[in-house]
């Protein structure tokens, strides 16, 4: 009897090698053959540890288990399916579960990361394949007609940044993946990396086929050990069986495949700092132009995308463009895999197509606060998003349209408050994290968040209060329109959006409400 125990980090937080040392230890004094697989998480994670069972009728579920519930899950006969407190039925039946598009996400949670056959079982590589028996200028056509565009939060067409790293001259080209993922509410990169890491491995080399590069770099934060230690062991074991190293499946093309282990910097998020963190340096920002596309790591032209654009490639060039793009509305095209943090009943991962509205994630999937008081702001898009009020939650998740209201998608993470948030808080901490992260290269990032905290500070002691708040539009204005990078130039989004949308707490009277 095969039982399933995550291995995800999310569950291990949540106890889930007590967990699987209680099942082995439960089975041998039974006198039960039971192995167990330390698949991934299913992202749903109220319910980790949750433990599944195979069964003749498919996987069954039990969770959240703890340690101690693990004799009373053998008495009532788990392994075949029994009832329990704990049961939640068959697994893919969980409606959190069955109302997802699971593209991206199609085999995180089914299957052991670790296990190479079970990835090829699971269509692993079938992308790569494809892409082998086609020229380059062919599987950049497949991503560009997919119509993918970067998840990291840009949302810049993949293909067109492929195609112009495939045209640059270059005896070097690398491609970067992005996962330093430190926003706010965000883990499906983790998850990706933890929990199906043949999927970047694969998606990365088809990134190398299509525009001729031969070395390649993972950039890990370095709060996600596991992640850094799967992805090691993933690669180890591809370069074993002919994936990854000197001739890729026989074609002669070369791919060789390094994790970096980042130092807890939040600008090394952005993508010139990031090279500087990979050549070695400290990580500054560097002006663009040049783009990295034509001069990027070690002055070479370099592929960087975030691990979700990359991760979803597989797919595109196993099932066709055509396949992935009829997912999704206008130029928003095939799935995003969404995060729900913060104060919600049922945190977890949800892939689903864009167009969706925030409110049917907020309710249909996350089923509310925690704390079950209202929901009264939502910030999407990491600690540079707007914070949005209720009034908003109708949108759909579309690129355009979050443009149109000021807001963003950002890498898909949203972090969820009730309505004990103060929001002058809010906007103060966005500008303190601005002030703490800034990597210091321009004036309106690096003083300007210095001062933004003192405006907000006298705005909400009342100190010149219509002056100061003149005062804080005026700095928000110059720092979008003058910093450098992302980092200064959005930071004042969750500000304004904490302003205009939540003006009581600011002191001001809400005139929309009024
Ligand atoms: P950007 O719009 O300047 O560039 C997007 C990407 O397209 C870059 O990789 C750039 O090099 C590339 N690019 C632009 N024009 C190109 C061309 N003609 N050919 C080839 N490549 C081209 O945005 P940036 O500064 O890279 O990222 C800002 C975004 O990052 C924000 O919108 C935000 O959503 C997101 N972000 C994500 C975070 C995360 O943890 N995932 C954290 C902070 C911000
Ligand atoms: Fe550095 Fe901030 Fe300027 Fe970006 S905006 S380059 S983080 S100082």
Redesign the pocket.
């Known amino acids: 009897i095969t039982v399933y125990v995550p291995r995800d980090s999310t569950a291990l937080a949540l106890g889930a090698n007590e967990v699987a040392a209680a099942i082995a230890a439960e089975a041998g004094r039974r006198g039960l053959k039971v192995e167990l697989v330390r698949n991934g998480s299913r992202g749903m994670f109220w319910l980790e540890p949750l433990v599944e069972v195979a069964t003749g009728a498919g996987r069954v579920a039990y969770g959240p288990v703890d340690a101690g519930d693990v004799p009373g899950l053998f008495d009532a006969g788990f392994l075949g399916g029994g009832a329990h407190a704990l049961a939640q039925g068959p697994t893919e039946e969980i409606a959190y579960l069955k109302k997802q598009e699971r593209l991206t996400f199609a085999r995180v949670g089914v299957t052991d990361p670790l296990s190479l056959d079970d990835y090829l079982a699971h269509e692993g590589y079938v992308g790569l394949k494809n892409a082998l028996a086609l020229t380059p200028e062919g599987v950049v056509q497949q991503v560009l007609d997919s119509g993918l565009r970067?998840r990291?939060?840009?949302a810049?067409p993949t293909g067109?940044?492929w195609k112009?790293v495939a045209g640059a001259k270059a005896a070097q080209k690398y491609v970067v993946c992005?996962a330093?993922?430190?926003?706010s509410g965000?883990f499906s990169d983790r998850m990706v990396m933890e929990d199906d890491p043949f999927m970047l491995i694969e998606g990365m080399t088809i990134a190398a086929v299509a525009v001729g590069a031969t070395e390649g770099y993972i950039y890990v934060r370095s709060e996600y050990p596991h992640a850094i230690a799967t992805l090691n062991e993933a690669i180890a074991i591809a370069a074993g069986r002919g994936y990854l190293g000197d001739n890729i499946l026989g074609s002669g093309k070369r791919f060789r495949l390094e994790v970096r282990k980042g130092a807890g910097a939040?600008i090394c998020?952005?993508?010139t700092a990031m090279l500087e963190s990979i050549e070695g340096k400290r990580g500054v920002v560097r002006a663009?132009p040049p783009?990295?596309?034509l001069e990027g790591l070690f002055g070479k032209p370099t592929v960087?995308n975030?691990l979700i654009s990359l991760a979803s490639v597989p797919i595109i060039l196993a099932r066709g463009a055509d396949f992935y793009k009829n997912y999704g509305v206008g130029r928003s095209m095939g799935t995003l895999p969404f995060q729900l943090a913060g104060n919600i009943k049922r945190g977890g991962l949800v892939e689903k197509a864009f167009g969706l509205t925030l409110r049917e994630l907020l309710e249909d999937f996350g089923g509310g606060t925690d704390s079950g008081r209202p929901i009264r702001a939502v910030q999407m898009?990491?600690p540079?998003g707007a914070y949005m009020p209720q009034s908003q939650f109708d949108t759909p998740l579309d690129y355009e349209a979050f443009a149109a209201i000021g807001a963003?998608i950002?890498?898909g993470g949203l972090v969820v408050f009730d309505d004990t948030v103060d929001m002058a808080k809010q906007a103060r901490y966005a500008m303190e994290f601005c002030a703490v992260e800034s990597c210091g290269k321009c004036t309106p990032c690096r003083i300007g968040s210095t001062r933004g905290v003192e405006v907000i500070d006298k705005i909400v002691a009342n100190h010149e209060r219509p002056q100061q708040i003149h005062l804080l539009r005026s700095l928000c204005d110059t720092m979008v329109n003058g910093s450098l990078?992302?980092?200064g130039g959005?930071t004042p989004f969750p500000v304004l959006s904490a302003l205009n949308h939540f003006p009581e707490d600011f002191g001001t009277p809400n005139e929309k409400a009024a």
């Open positions: 970067g990291g939060g840009a810049f067109i940044k112009t992005n330093d993922e430190g926003d965000t939040y998020g952005e993508e663009k783009l990295p596309a960087i975030n898009g990491g540079l963003m950002g890498h990078c992302a980092m959005m």
